[in-house]
């Protein structure tokens, strides 16, 4: 749809130039007794105005005949990033068109840039520190939209990544703390992506994530055999799907220097503590459903549990 009115602006763009054209090779409108515009004479007046609307024409028609190009050869996360580089070298490419067609001193156009350029570094320090962490989400892409990651204090799912801020949908944050949408959309600075840590809880690639549950126990339990139920729960409940996971995350480690053990499937960890014994169930489960997953497998711990009240006992205490 956008590539039509591509091709329409630059057709545009291309007439425009030809009225300037020959504007410029009629009849002088001076002799039409057409006002002059302070020491511009009315035709060199009307040609520029008609070359800068071909310039600014032929860069919006160029931009959307090539953005759409682009994007249809990209995957859908990527096509948000490419947008906004090619709106980023159109419209420079465009300004600088522009200003040139209206000053008609080029050389002189590109120092005045270079020296306003100085000056807006100085007076935007915050804002082009933005703009240059867009630049490096652009190539190092610690995140792109549809992520869910944590910024500083804010947690969300990527919606936008403008020039200078990137929109998350609000997880978790003061109105919620389980991992679910609070409803609200907060707006980051990128600078943040260059002087704090960014969370992406997709990693390299993988939406999977080690979670942990914790279920107490009072010291009389037998150890082992709750151990056993609760890895034996977590295996039945996850099936394949952990370990699809486990082999990804064992080829995200080949391709670094780190060197871990990946237990194959759900490991229980114990901890002790005053006067009960936590048991932390280990486990890999996708980012977005490890709420309702961590839900699911403490019922079905706690029945299995409740059918072996000889083998298993809870601490006696209401401070749990």
Not at 25 to 41: I, Q
Not at 168 to 192: A, D, I, K, M, Y
Not at 234 to 249: K, Q, S, T
Request: glycine share 8%; aromatic share 8%.
């Amino acid at each position: 749809m956008r590539r039509p009115i591509g091709y329409a602006s630059v057709a545009a763009a291309l007439v425009a130039a030809v009225a300037a054209g020959v504007v410029r090779a009629a009849t002088p409108l001076a002799d039409l007794a057409v006002p002059a515009l302070g020491d511009t004479p009315p035709d060199a007046a009307a040609a520029t105005a008609l070359l800068a609307c071909s310039v600014a024409l032929a860069a919006n028609g160029a931009y959307l005949v090539v953005s759409e190009f682009a994007v249809g050869r990209t995957t859908k996360r990527r096509a948000h990033d490419v947008r906004n580089v090619l709106r980023l070298v159109f419209g420079g490419l465009a300004l600088a068109g522009v200003l040139g067609v209206l000053t008609d001193q080029w050389v002189g156009l590109l120092v005045s840039l270079g020296v306003v350029g100085v000056a807006i570094t100085f007076a935007l320090q915050q804002p082009l520190l933005s703009l240059v962490g867009w630049f490096y989400l652009v190539v190092k892409r610690p995140y792109a939209v549809g992520d869910r990651v944590q910024l500083g204090d804010v947690s969300g799912d990527v919606v936008e990544v403008d020039f200078l801020v990137t929109t998350l949908w609000e997880v978790n944050g003061p109105l919620v703390s389980t991992n679910q949408p609070s409803g609200r959309v907060v707006t980051v600075p990128n600078s943040l992506v260059l002087s704090s840590e960014a969370v992406n809880f997709a990693g390299a690639g993988s939406p999977y994530v080690y979670n942990e549950l914790s279920v107490q126990v009072a010291y009389e339990t037998d150890l082992e055999f709750a151990r056993e139920r609760m890895a034996g729960v977590a295996a039945d409940y996850l099936g394949e799907e952990m370990g699809d996971a486990v082999d990804r995350y064992r080829d995200r480690l080949d391709e670094t220097a780190v060197d871990l053990d990946v237990a194959d499937g759900p490991s229980v960890n114990v901890v002790q503590r005053e006067s009960w014994v936590e048991l932390r169930l280990r486990y890999l489960v996708h980012h977005r459903r490890a709420t309702r997953v961590r839900n699911a497998l403490y019922e079905r711990v706690l029945a299995e549990f409740n059918e072996a009240p000889d083998r298993v006992a809870f601490p006696v205490s209401r401070n749990r």
